[in-house]
């Protein structure tokens, strides 16, 4: 930048924009960065060095934070429950999202948009209204404290957003491929199972990934629903260890930086999915 | 489609037309109906359960007969606890459009601009949204913290010796200091939106502008912004929303205090439901929320984003 200035002296507003640009992204990017960064080093401070110098690099590394998190029975307990619920969710989303979807993208008979906008109404009813009642039918049900009660909730409230997304998507599949099926006397059960869901299985990857991360992070449901320790999901946990160890930062530090390594290795690798997604539920809504 | 030369014909026409029919029809229930079932029973049933309940005062354990009319609701409007929450609703609702939205909007058109290292910026800016409210929480409590807190480091290593703050503590700062929060994880979100919003408006549009003599700050106030219109008004949409019902970052970092300072709708419902179990009461705070979440939706979807469906 600074080597071109002297030729372009002319405008150097111009000249000048993107480094200003470069400047604020930069800016932005720290604020987000610093407080994660923070954290992670802050997780290898003693308490003492932690109060007085949170910006400093740790006078001394002090490891045994962090040992003392993996060697926890908790904290790999609570990675499990919380990576069998976001599968359950996922598998579950997929499979009952998908076959609403491909009737209201595909098949043509009368009353197909009312009842499209009946399961689509599900996006104006927000889980923190039907939280009581769902809580007190979990309790009858005997779905409380077990994971079923946090999976079979999820994929339901899961279901008119992703019914909607993926009924976009079967749409953008041309309609000549369904009369050749026809032709050829493909029933409407194998040509959804055979033809259909591979092809879409972009979209569907788009759909597991965006509930995986809901269903990762998911903090009022499992608040409620699980009582007992050993079904905690991470969320839980992390509250539980800060409620626990709310002194020692170093330690709460710790164990959260760990719970931030699955999150960002996922993110980094499902960004495009998981931003599509986003997207594609966005524009469609 | 069958060509009625006879009688017969036509009637083994309409049995076979009819046969067509019954097995869709058998699909169409079978496609549908464990979604339905799911649906119906935990989606939408529970809301009207909820209203149903608000009439009534009950604990959750025994049988439902006590029967108080309206009187939750007189209750309700009538406690200052609850007026409280629904105004911090109502300001986060405010701060979010005047602030987190336009900046979103600003950095998707920063990004836009840039050349090299736009992928690198987007992945950093949209991080926070992936992360949990649960670690944002407790990241963010820590930030916060009177001692060793990075804020307060902060404002000492520039003035030496002033003195400390509590910002979670203190009725005055925590609303600004969660808003603050909110802002650095959902911003993001907002601004994949509008990226994905600038993309869908054609470059020849700008350019034309740009040839027939529009200086920059005409062509984003004259092209770019109408263009993006929908986007814009979705995102007001999303946010609005999501405001009206925010409760986990608030819960772990402040339960709603000190002293209900930071109470929301939601917070509220969760003390009463789940902490004093009067369920009775706690339905009638969720049957306000959704009345002011639906006609919101409603007045809106009908005035504003009207244009965006057709």
């Known amino acids: 930048m600074i080597s071109h200035n002297a030729r372009s002296s002319a405008s150097p507003p111009r000249r000048l ?242 719970a931030l390594v699955p999150t960002i290795v996922f993110y980094l690798l499902a960004e495009r999915q998981i931003v599509a997604g986003l997207t594609a539920g966005a524009v469609k809504g | 489609m069958a060509q009625p030369s006879s009688r017969v014909a036509r009637q083994l026409a309409v049995s076979q037309r009819s046969r067509v029919r019954w097995s869709q029809a058998a699909t169409i229930a079978g496609f549908l109906l464990p979604a339905a079932i799911l649906y119906i029973g935990l989606v939408l049933l529970p809301v009207v359960q909820a209203i149903y309940y608000s009439f009534f005062c009950w604990n959750g354990l025994g049988p439902l007969e006590q029967f108080i009319g309206l009187a939750n609701y007189v209750r309700i409007l009538g406690d200052s606890a609850f007026r409280g ?31 090299r290292g736009q992928a690198i910026f987007r992945t950093i800016f949209f991080l926070p949204w992936v992360l949990s409210e649960v670690v944002t929480g407790v990241i963010w409590t820590l930030v916060y913290r009177p001692q060793g807190g990075l804020i307060n480091a902060l ?71 109408p263009l993006l219109g929908g986007t814009i008004r979705l995102s007001i949409y999303l946010s609005v929303l999501g405001s009206l019902q925010f409760f986990d970052l608030i819960w772990v970092m402040t339960t709603g205090g000190p002293v209900g300072a930071s109470d929301t709708m939601a917070t509220y419902l969760y003390k009463y439901g789940f902490q004093r179990f009067q369920l009775g009461y706690g339905s009638a705070v969720a049957a306000i929320l959704f009345l002011i979440c639906f006609s919101f939706s409603l007045v809106y979807q009908r005035f504003a984003m009207r244009r965006d469906f057709e």
């Not at chain 1, 992204?25 to 401070?45: Q, Y």
């Open chain 2, 85 to 115: 929450a629904l105004g911090h609703n109502l300001q986060i609702v405010v701060l979010s459009l005047a602030f987190q939205l336009p900046l979103s909007l600003g950095l998707a058109l920063l990004l836009r601009e840039l050349g």
């Open chain 2, 155 to 225: 404002i000492q290593a520039v003035v030496p010796g002033a003195p400390e703050t509590a910002f979670l503590a203190d009725p005055q700062t925590v609303l600004y200091a969660l808003f603050v929060v909110i802002t650095w994880k959902y911003f993001g979100y907002h601004m994949i939106l509008y990226i994905a919003g600038l993309q869908n408006i054609p470059a020849e549009i700008e350019e034309a502008a740009a040839i027939d003599g529009c200086s920059r700050l005409q062509t984003l106030r004259y092209i770019t912004l």
């Open chain 1, 17 to 258: 924009a993107p480094l200003f640009q470069y400047l604020a992204a930069s800016l932005v990017a720290l604020l987000v960065l610093i407080p994660l960064l923070a954290s992670v080093l802050n997780g290898f401070k003693s308490n003492a060095d932690l109060l007085l110098r949170p910006f400093a690099l740790p006078q001394t590394w002090v490891w045994s934070n962090y040992i003392s998190v993996l060697q926890s029975a908790a904290f790999w307990r609570q990675m499990s429950n919380s990576v069998l619920v976001m599968l359950g969710t996922a598998v579950g989303v997929m499979v009952l999202a998908s076959m609403p979807a491909f009737v209201f993208a595909r098949l043509c008979f009368r009353g197909r948009e009312l009842l499209f906008n009946f399961f689509t109404l599900g996006l104006l009813f927000p889980i923190t209204v039907a939280i009581l009642p769902l809580y007190i039918m979990l309790r009858q049900l005997n779905l409380l404290d077990s994971l079923w009660g946090v999976i079979v909730p999820q994929v339901a409230f899961g279901l008119p957003g992703n019914i909607l997304i993926l009924r976009g998507f079967f749409a953008t599949i041309p309609r000549e491929l369904d009369e050749a099926a026809a032709i050829d006397g493909c029933s409407p059960v194998s040509y959804y199972l055979r033809i259909l869901l591979p092809l879409m299985r972009p979209a569907l990857a788009a759909v597991a990934v965006l509930t995986m991360v809901t269903s990762w992070n998911n903090f009022f449901l499992p608040l409620l629903v699980l009582n007992s320790e050993s079904l905690y999901t991470l969320p839980l946990g992390i509250q539980q260890f800060q409620g626990q160890f709310g002194t020692d930062w170093g330690r709460v530090l710790a164990f959260v930086s760990i």
